[in-house]
Nanobody, 124 residues
Framework: QVQLVESGGGLVQVGGSLRLACAAS????????MGWFRQAPGKGSEFVAA????????SYADSVTGRFPISRGNAKNTVYLQMNSLNPEDTAVYYC?????????????????WGQGAQVTVSS
């Protein structure tokens, strides 16, 4: 069992930046592919970004490409989502996920463990 804890959410103005972190409970989490999803009020879950076990392969939704780089910490059991040039459409609860697939999945079905979510609100 892997437990995931997100941190770094909050309120930011348009054009600002935030960095989300997801810490996994087990050192073995370095063997998991990690991803971020988000859910805005009244909308379904949306893939944001994902990173492979090694950190070499990444995948991004078109809406965040070039703005939200994903990375892994040196210990590999922490993943970061650096969110730049934020706009009101980025307002959502952001969820961290971990899965065992080699290629970073872009769907929820590809992940086995989920965090509790972190609220990100972008004010105009």
């Amino acid at each position: 069992q892997v437990q995931l804890v997100e941190s770094g959410g909050g309120l930011v103005q348009v054009g600002g930046s935030l960095r989300l972190a997801c810490a996994a409970s087990r050192r073995a989490a370095s063997s998991y592919t990690m991803g971020w999803f988000r859910q805005a009020p009244g909308k379904g879950s949306e893939f944001v970004a994902a990173i492979s076990r090694s950190g070499v392969s990444t995948s991004y939704a078109d809406s965040v490409t070039g703005r939200f780089p994903i990375s892994r910490g040196n210990a590999k059991n922490t993943v970061y989502l650096q969110m730049n040039s934020l706009n009101p459409e980025d307002t959502a609860v952001y969820y961290c996920a971990a899965g065992g697939q080699l290629i970073p999945p872009r769907t929820r079905a590809g992940y086995d463990y989920w965090g509790q979510g972190a609220q990100v609100t972008v004010s105009s």
